[in-house]
């Protein structure tokens, strides 16, 4: 059996920014190797069994929760995550997984802000979160943008530091727990925790 950690994204910018990471960090495996631009939850399902095939312990799925919020697309998010969440065992052979789900409100995109700034704004939609992380940092959400800049890289050097967006996303979390909210929090810190990176 594989320690070994698997990441799914739910599309290019999860794809593209894991991939900036591994250039400092390789203690996991990014799937899928390209993915699609928009992945259904269903692709996010078939990615899992994939992983689950490969025999991964640790697989972690980072969710934008932007798009799922209300109707359909909440409840089948839900529904997904109660039926897979947590730890299993495959009795035949005896090999053990643990499923985790890495929400971020409203989408990646908080991550990278936090890189700059701490917030507790709540953002009507990813535009507006989109036109703030460019106050601190020129951003483009597209495959040209992503494909001309390592991402991680990039934020850092523009004045972005990656430790202070772990500890304002371990903050988000504090807060959310405490207040109740449901708008921009992200959970990222506790995925790099599980990679051995936790924030100086």
């Known amino acids: 059996m594989k320690e070994a950690i698997a990441v799914i994204g739910e599309g290019i910018t999860e794809y ?5 990471i591994k250039d400092e960090y390789r203690q996991f495996n990014l799937k899928p190797s390209y993915p699609k631009h928009s992945s259904s939850q269903k692709d996010l399902e ?10 991964y312990s640790q697989i972690f799925c980072v969710i934008d929760m ?12 839900e529904n997904l ?15 053990q997984y643990e499923i985790h789900f890495i929400e ?9 802000l936090f ?3 701490y917030t507790t704004k709540c953002y009507g939609n990813q535009t507006e979160l989109l036109n703030e992380l460019n106050k601190h940092c020129p951003y483009d959400k597209s495959e040209k943008f992503f494909r001309s800049h390592a991402l991680h890289q ?9 430790m202070q967006a772990l500890r304002n996303a ?5 807060e959310k727990e405490k207040s109740g909210r449901d708008y921009t929090y992200s959970q990222m810190a506790e995925l790099f925790e599980a990679l051995g990176i936790k924030a100086e």
């Open 81 to 95: 995550k109660r039926r897979l969440q947590g730890k299993h065992t495959v009795k035949r052979t005896g090999y």
């Open 170 to 174: 371990a903050k988000s979390m504090k």
């Open 66 to 77: 932007d798009n799922k919020k209300e109707g359909k697309e909440r409840q089948t998010y």
């Open 46 to 55: 078939k990615e899992i069994n994939k992983a689950i095939e490969m025999e």
């Open 104 to 112: 971020t409100e409203r989408c990646t995109e908080l991550f990278f």
């Open 16 to 20: 593209y920014f894991f991939n900036s």
């Open 154 to 162: 990039y934020f850092q050097q523009n004045g972005g530091n990656f």
């Open 115 to 117: 890189y700059f700034a």
